[in-house]
């Protein structure tokens, strides 16, 4: 910072030096006379000019002065608060100091209690992985006992209905077990990538040995719609055969939505997809029957298709959105979004999930179901030949879909139709893909509904039908399909057989491999520079 300093007021002086020698000269002509000095100079004229000079310089130079002095005065002042505001400065950094030395004994101590938990968590898990061990290998043992009595008691009953329960028995003796082999493996995924090796290696055998009699071994092979079939078993208690393969009912309530069609067979045990795709659906049914998720219709749906050649499964359940944060952590083993009251996830469904996937070479991914603004325009002719068309809007209010009709004032939970008669068809126009979907009365019941022809899979909306004497009720309901959609692809048996399994993963083999060229590339330039 730049300081206003006072200097000595050298003009003045060399004035006051000419004026005195100036005046020494007119007290002394004799000395202006040696030295020849015109006598002009020492004219009148001359004196008042150099003394007003004179009194111009000091008045001047003192004005100089008391401004450079009051300036002076302000630095001083300034100084003064810049030293206050630094012992300020310097007690509360003292303070602080104080204080975060009180924090760094606090974490120091933190740290040592971390560390001998996690001293004491290692030695845990070498016990538990010892205890594993042994679990392991009395429960072969076990396993083997069991699985040889119960067949030999089914080798020796005829009735199916004795049989039955003793079948029924095994399957979930070997389930239980296939649980705690995963369990207790060290590496899920690999351990499963290993048993489909070995299953890949009995086939190649059989096909090079030349047996035609079975084309794959029966014990490696299962189709989806078992696996799935065990899944809802588990969960709803119903299997494919109680259900019409669209909807899964219990006591008469709508469970879920089901869409299934032909995929081919798949390569592996079968009991791992079978507990994959349980804890996908227990999840479902959670947020199903949480109070802030539920609704009149099913909350879950489960679909089953073949993409390219890889078995796909859907299941959707009403939960929260994942946002980014979490994205990365839901695989992870004891990460669970249950946080809330007494509900709390163990962190073990996603993360069995995810090995199982990655030990079939699968994929797992998850995509978010957002609620959407919809025109719908419907059209309803009756059998006494009434025709009522509307057009209807779907509105989105706070996240929450509502419906009003096209003109009308706020949106509402639904819209009604009442009138004489039974319903000869029914029109249904989508303004987003401008197709229309014509519903047959004659294929109407009583009471019936009517879900949206164009999406199944998340319908947007429900048409519920009630017939009574004479009269026809008609009701349009939005509904909420906002929630997750977790999709699992796995391999199918002629994909691995075709090795064909990386051609889902191609573009991120080669964006890896382009990445790990360009790691070389650097440092080859490294070198040369």
């Given at each position: 910072m730049?300081?206003?300093?006072?200097?000595?007021p050298?003009?003045?002086?060399?004035?006051?030096?000419?004026v005195?020698t100036?005046?020494?000269l007119?007290g002394h002509?004799?000395?202006a006379?040696t030295?020849?000095?015109p006598?002009a100079?020492?004219?009148?004229?001359w004196?008042?000019?150099?003394?007003?000079?004179?009194?111009l310089?000091l008045?001047l130079?003192f004005?100089?002065?008391r401004?450079r002095c009051k300036?002076?005065a302000?630095?001083?002042?300034?100084?003064k608060?810049?030293?206050?505001?630094?012992?300020e400065?310097?007690?509360?950094i003292?303070a602080?100091?104080?204080?975060?030395?009180g924090h760094?004994?606090?974490?120091?101590?933190?740290?040592?209690?971390?560390?001998i938990?996690?001293?004491?968590y290692?030695e845990k898990?070498?016990?538990?992985?010892?205890?594993?061990s042994?679990?392991?290998?009395?429960g072969v043992?076990?396993?083997d006992k069991?699985?040889?009595?119960l067949?030999e008691?089914?080798e020796?009953?005829?009735?199916?209905?004795?049989i039955?329960?003793l079948?029924?028995?095994?399957?979930s003796?070997?389930y239980?077990w296939?649980?705690l082999?995963l369990?207790t493996a060290d590496?899920?995924?690999?351990h499963?990538?290993?048993?489909i090796?070995?299953?890949?290696?009995?086939i190649?055998q059989?096909?090079?040995?030349?047996?035609e009699?079975e084309p794959?071994?029966?014990?490696?092979v299962?189709t989806?719609?078992?696996?799935?079939?065990k899944?809802?078993?588990r969960?709803f208690g119903?299997?494919?055969g109680?259900?019409?393969?669209?909807?899964?009912?219990?006591?008469g309530?709508?469970?879920?939505?089901?869409?299934?069609?032909p995929v081919?067979l798949?390569?592996?045990?079968?009991?791992h997809?079978?507990l994959?795709?349980?804890?996908?659906?227990?999840n479902?049914?959670?947020y199903?029957?949480?109070r802030?998720?539920?609704q009149k219709h099913a909350?879950?749906?489960?679909?089953?298709?073949?993409?390219?050649n890889f078995a796909?499964?859907?299941?959707?359940?009403?939960g929260?959105?994942?946002?980014s944060?979490n994205a990365?952590?839901?695989?992870?083993?004891?990460f669970?979004?249950?946080r809330r009251?007494?509900?709390h996830?163990?962190?073990?469904g996603l993360y069995f999930?995810?090995?199982?996937?990655?030990?079939?070479d699968g994929?797992?991914?998850?995509?978010?179901?957002?609620n959407?603004n919809?025109?719908?325009?419907l059209?309803?002719?009756?059998?006494?030949?009434e025709i009522i068309t509307?057009?209807?809007?779907?509105?989105?209010d706070?996240e929450?879909?509502?419906?009003?009709?096209?003109?009308a004032?706020?949106?509402?939970?639904?819209q009604?139709?009442k009138?004489f008669g039974?319903?000869?068809?029914?029109?249904i126009t989508?303004r987003?893909?401008?197709r229309?979907?014509?519903?047959?009365?004659e294929?109407l019941s009583?009471?019936?509904?009517?879900?949206?022809p164009?999406?199944?899979?998340?319908?947007?909306?429900?048409?519920?039908?009630?017939?009574k004497?004479k009269n026809t009720l008609?009701?349009?309901?939005?509904?909420?399909?906002?929630?997750?959609?977790f999709e699992?692809?796995?391999?199918?048996l002629?994909?691995r057989?075709?090795g064909?399994?990386?051609?889902?993963?191609?573009e991120?083999?080669?964006?890896?491999?382009s990445?790990i060229k360009a790691?070389?590339?650097?440092?080859?330039?490294?070198k040369i520079?």
């Amino acid at each position: 910072m730049k300081t206003n300093t006072i200097l000595y007021p050298y003009i003045t002086a060399l004035m006051a030096v000419l004026v005195i020698t100036y005046l020494f000269l007119l007290g002394h002509p004799n000395i202006a006379d040696t030295y020849k000095i015109p006598v002009a100079v020492f004219s009148p004229h001359w004196k008042w000019i150099l003394i007003t000079a004179f009194a111009l310089t000091l008045i001047l130079e003192f004005r100089i002065y008391r401004r450079r002095c009051k300036s002076q005065a302000k630095e001083i002042t300034h100084f003064k608060h810049q030293v206050e505001e630094l012992l300020e400065n310097k007690k509360q950094i003292q303070a602080r100091a104080h204080v975060y030395a009180g924090h760094a004994d606090k974490l120091k101590l933190f740290i040592s209690d971390k560390l001998i938990e996690y001293i004491e968590y290692d030695e845990k898990f070498l016990h538990f992985k010892s205890i594993a061990s042994e679990v392991r290998h009395n429960g072969v043992i076990s396993y083997d006992k069991i699985k040889t009595v119960l067949t030999e008691q089914m080798e020796q009953l005829d009735n199916f209905e004795e049989i039955e329960p003793l079948q029924s028995a095994l399957e979930s003796l070997i389930y239980l077990w296939d649980l705690l082999d995963l369990s207790t493996a060290d590496n899920i995924a690999l351990h499963i990538a290993n048993q489909i090796c070995e299953s890949e290696e009995t086939i190649f055998q059989s096909e090079l040995s030349g047996d035609e009699r079975e084309p794959y071994p029966s014990q490696n092979v299962f189709t989806a719609e078992s696996a799935l079939d065990k899944s809802l078993k588990r969960c709803f208690g119903v299997t494919l055969g109680d259900t019409d393969y669209r909807h899964i009912s219990v006591d008469g309530h709508s469970q879920a939505r089901l869409s299934i069609k032909p995929v081919d067979l798949l390569l592996g045990n079968e009991n791992h997809l079978v507990l994959a795709l349980e804890n996908l659906i227990s999840n479902a049914q959670f947020y199903a029957g949480q109070r802030r998720y539920r609704q009149k219709h099913a909350g879950i749906a489960i679909f089953l298709d073949q993409l390219d050649n890889f078995a796909r499964f859907r299941v959707f359940n009403r939960g929260p959105h994942i946002d980014s944060e979490n994205a990365e952590y839901i695989y992870q083993l004891g990460f669970s979004t249950r946080r809330r009251r007494e509900h709390h996830g163990k962190g073990l469904g996603l993360y069995f999930v995810n090995e199982i996937v990655k030990g079939y070479d699968g994929k797992l991914e998850y995509h978010n179901i957002d609620n959407h603004n919809e025109v719908v325009s419907l059209r309803i002719e009756t059998t006494d030949g009434e025709i009522i068309t509307d057009v209807i809007e779907i509105l989105i209010d706070e996240e929450k879909p509502l419906c009003r009709k096209s003109g009308a004032g706020q949106g509402e939970s639904q819209q009604e139709w009442k009138f004489f008669g039974t319903v000869d068809n029914i029109e249904i126009t989508h303004r987003s893909d401008q197709r229309t979907h014509r519903i047959d009365g004659e294929k109407l019941s009583h009471r019936d509904l009517i879900y949206d022809p164009s999406q199944p899979s998340y319908p947007r909306w429900q048409l519920e039908l009630r017939r009574k004497y004479k009269n026809t009720l008609l009701k349009f309901s939005p509904l909420d399909i906002s929630g997750v959609e977790f999709e699992l692809r796995l391999p199918t048996l002629n994909a691995r057989l075709n090795g064909e399994l990386l051609s889902p993963d191609e573009e991120t083999m080669e964006h890896q491999v382009s990445q790990i060229k360009a790691r070389f590339i650097d440092q080859e330039n490294l070198k040369i520079s």
